[in-house]
């Protein structure tokens, strides 16, 4: 028998089950650690879940919760880690990439590109420092506004906002690189 509480609980959760795989799936560097992450978040928010106060941000409590969970997680990792080396290629200076066409074309193609390159984008996603990766995932992945990204990490909106921005910036020049260097923009 399920009590109120797993009740509850379960409910709240399968709206954002997805979410959660996809922003940890990201955000772990040790991928095949993925459902034990999941397992970890789960307990940790479960045993938890007397503290949520109902009627305020599920999302933006679990998320906190997966966020902080995945840091700890990453720590043990951090050896093996630095074993993967993020991509080294020289990449345009941002301000030869506003006046450049190929940005433009990148942009507007962006379908195209994407699904030429996925595990480029991942790897791109990967090379962003622990914040910034954090960050950009909480706001694309979980759709969380600023305000809720800043109360899950605890730091200020515009720290959320200027590492955003950075993350951005590098995941556009490194893949504006990628797509030059493959012919897929000319």
Same mark, same amino acid.
């Given at each position: ?81 630095? +074993?993967?080396? *993020? ?7 941002? &301000?030869?990439? @506003?006046?450049? /066409?190929?940005?433009?074309? %990148? ?45 899950? +990490?605890?730091? *200020? ?7 955003? &921005?950075?993350? @951005?910036?590098? /995941?556009?020049?490194?893949? %504006? ?10």
């Amino acid at each position: 028998m399920i009590s109120k509480k797993q009740s509850e609980f379960l409910g709240l959760l399968s709206s954002w089950r997805e979410p959660l795989i996809a922003y940890l799936r990201y955000l772990l560097w040790k991928k095949e650690g993925l459902e034990d992450a999941l397992q970890s978040v789960l307990l940790v928010a479960y045993q938890k879940f007397g503290d949520f106060q109902p009627g305020t941000n599920f999302r933006a409590w679990i998320f906190q919760i997966a966020t902080h969970t995945v840091f700890n997680i990453n720590r043990r990792y951090q050896k093996e880690s630095k +074993l993967i080396k *993020p991509m080294t290629e020289d990449v345009p200076d941002p &301000s030869e990439l @506003r006046n450049n /066409l190929d940005y433009r074309v %990148l942009l507007k193609q962006s379908d195209l590109v994407l699904d030429e390159m996925s595990e480029e984008v991942k790897n791109s996603i990967l090379a962003l420092n622990e914040t910034e990766r954090s960050i950009f995932l909480l706001r694309s992945v979980g759709e969380l506004t600023y305000e809720e990204i800043a109360r899950i +990490l605890s730091i *200020p909106v515009g720290s959320v906002m200027g590492n955003l &921005s950075r993350a @951005r910036v590098k /995941l556009r020049e490194k893949l %504006l690189a990628y797509a030059k260097t493959t012919g897929i923009l000319r």
